[in-house]
Structure formats: structure tokens, C-alpha cells
């Protein structure tokens, strides 16, 4: 595969996306691309983080994890963008982010990547596909591809979302079945995006 670069740009705030984001992470290295994993800012007050034990001990837990820069979407022949419902679009601390890109998009610096996106909510149906549809809608914007998943491998018919891996926190940790979804769809994207690049290189 031709050498391409992966980031993969997330918010989590008590780790189930987090750990969704480590999976994508694994399925586009071993698709052979150069991963970056970054967290977008917490941009919640410090008394509100501070009321839920988990949320303060992920803080924790992810210091070492830098956070995503313009340059990260500069770098990268792809993205991935992971976040948690939050009634139905995604969380605010990732619009916050990609907010600021006006200045690349303008430029054109956002085009012809391939995009993708990942997701978690806390029960079944609470807002997963409408939270990916929101997120394509930037990628339009910025002149992306979009890659899905789609039913591209035999784990999609069982963790049923053609529109990005998402996963019922509610029904504790992510399971085997939904850690392989997001491996698959991170190398679906890191080898069409290595498509791609060798046919512009072409």
C-alpha cells in the first residue's frame, strides 16, 4: 500500500470513545498508514468535570495524549473523527475544534481527504447515524470524500451501522465485535485514501 497518514481526532469524555479511537488506530496501522491519535481540548468547565469521578479520571488518564492542531489535518491523507452523541450532533468540544478550521478550508487545505467518522451513545438509538450524517455534513463542506463502513466485511452484519462504528455505552465497555468495526473501518479508509493518492500520483 502507498504510504499514507491517518489522524484520527476525537473528544471522549469518560473513555468509551477513546477506546474506539485506540481500535482505529490499530486498524489503520496495520493497514500499513503513519497514525496520529489526538483528543481535541476539554472545553467543559472544571466543576462540572470534577462532578463525575470518571470523567476527571479519563481526563487523567489521557494527559499524554496530545491534543489535535490544525497541523494534524494539514499532515493527514485521512481523518477519522470520533465523538459522543450529544442529542443527536456531535459534542460540543469537537465542533469547538473543527470550528476553527475556516482558515484551512478556505485555503483549500481541507479538500480531497478522506473523511470518516466514529460515535457512541449512552442507550440504543440515542441519536448514533444522525451524530455521523451531522459530522458529513463539514466533510461536504470541505470538499472531502467520504468512506463509511458500509456492510464491507462480515462484522458490519453484526455491528449493524453502515454509517461509522458506534457503540451503547450504556451496555458497559466496547466489545470485541465493535473494536473489530473500527479497526475495519479505519484501514477501509487508510487503503482507499492510499488509492487515491496513487492515482493523483498517477
Known amino acids: 500500500m502507498r504510504s499514507v497518514n491517518v489522524a484520527i481526532i476525537y473528544y471522549s469524555s469518560t473513555g468509551t470513545v477513546h477506546t474506539l479511537a485506540q481500535a482505529a488506530a490499530e486498524g489503520a496501522e496495520k493497514a500499513g498508514a503513519e497514525v496520529r491519535l489526538r483528543k481535541v481540548a476539554e472545553t467543559a468547565p472544571p466543576e462540572a468535570v470534577g462532578a463525575r469521578p470518571e470523567w476527571a479520571r479519563h481526563l487523567e488518564d489521557t494527559a499524554d495524549v496530545p491534543e489535535a492542531t490544525h497541523g494534524d489535518l494539514e499532515w493527514a491523507d485521512a481523518v477519522l473523527f470520533g465523538t459522543p452523541t450529544r442529542f443527536g450532533n456531535p ?18 487545505k481541507l479538500a480531497d481527504k478522506v473523511y470518516s467518522a466514529f460515535t457512541a451513545s449512552n442507550t440504543a438509538h440515542g441519536g448514533q447515524e444522525s451524530t455521523l450524517l451531522a459530522l458529513a455534513n463539514t466533510f461536504y463542506h470541505w470538499g472531502g470524500v467520504i468512506v463509511p463502513p458500509g456492510y464491507t466485511d462480515p462484522v458490519q452484519f453484526r455491528s449493524g ?15 470485541e465485535v465493535v473494536l473489530q468495526a473500527a479497526r475495519h473501518q479505519a484501514r477501509r479508509v487508510a487503503e482507499t485514501a492510499a488509492a487515491l493518492k496513487a492515482g493523483h500520483a498517477g
Open 161 to 175: 451501522n453502515p454509517y461509522g462504528t458506534s457503540h451503547v455505552a450504556g451496555d458497559g465497555p466496547p466489545g
Open 91 to 108: 459534542a460540543g468540544q469537537l465542533r469547538a475544534f473543527i470550528d476553527t478550521t475556516g482558515p484551512l478550508w478556505f485555503q483549500g
